[in-house]
């Protein structure tokens, strides 16, 4: 499934997934393994993925909530553990986090927790459906050609002021 235009992207969201609607990661049950990654979305929403960095090491077991690591997007963006297991890492992220932003749904993953039990927590996560549905109130939807300055009025209003400032 698609949006055509959120935020002046088309953004996919598989259905081979499920979705923790909070964050907007993406989770893909593996064995008793859960993948973890950042949807299309949320990569608009915070205006690419520019660096990476652990805050946890491989191997480790995680608690849910924990900061496992943070992103520097157009802003920090910390990534807590949405389950508690044993951590695995894309090791490569911090080296290449341009994988993130060209295949996010694949070589682009950022962890694999092993829970307890994985395929009940995994059914307790958004289906595409319902992240999308999720996403309705974002200014991806709100602002679906991408114009710069937003779409609320005090956001046009600042954007302009800016744009008419001689500096």
């Not at 682009?108 to 309705?136: C, M, N, Q, V």
């Amino acid at each position: 499934m698609h949006i055509d235009k959120f935020l002046g992207r088309r953004v996919e969201i598989p259905e081979d997934r499920r979705y923790v609607k909070k964050t907007g990661l993406w989770a893909k049950l593996e064995n008793q393994t859960i993948v973890f990654g950042l949807s299309e979305p949320v990569l608009t929403l915070a205006g690419g993925f520019n660096d990476f960095n652990w805050l946890v090491s491989e191997g480790e077991t995680v608690a849910m909530g924990q900061s496992v690591g943070v992103a520097i997007t157009q802003k920090l963006l910390y990534l807590d553990a949405p389950v508690d297991g044993v951590i695995h890492l894309n090791a490569g992220l911090p080296y290449d986090p341009q994988k993130v932003m060209e295949d996010p749904y694949d070589s682009g993953w950022l962890f694999k927790i092993e829970p307890l039990s994985a395929e009940p927590f995994f059914l307790t996560l958004a289906d595409p459906h319902e992240y999308l549905e999720s996403l309705r109130g974002s200014e991806g939807f709100k602002n679906p050609e991408g114009k710069k300055g937003g779409i609320s009025p005090m956001c046009k209003a600042v954007y302009h002021s800016i744009r008419e400032q001689k500096f």
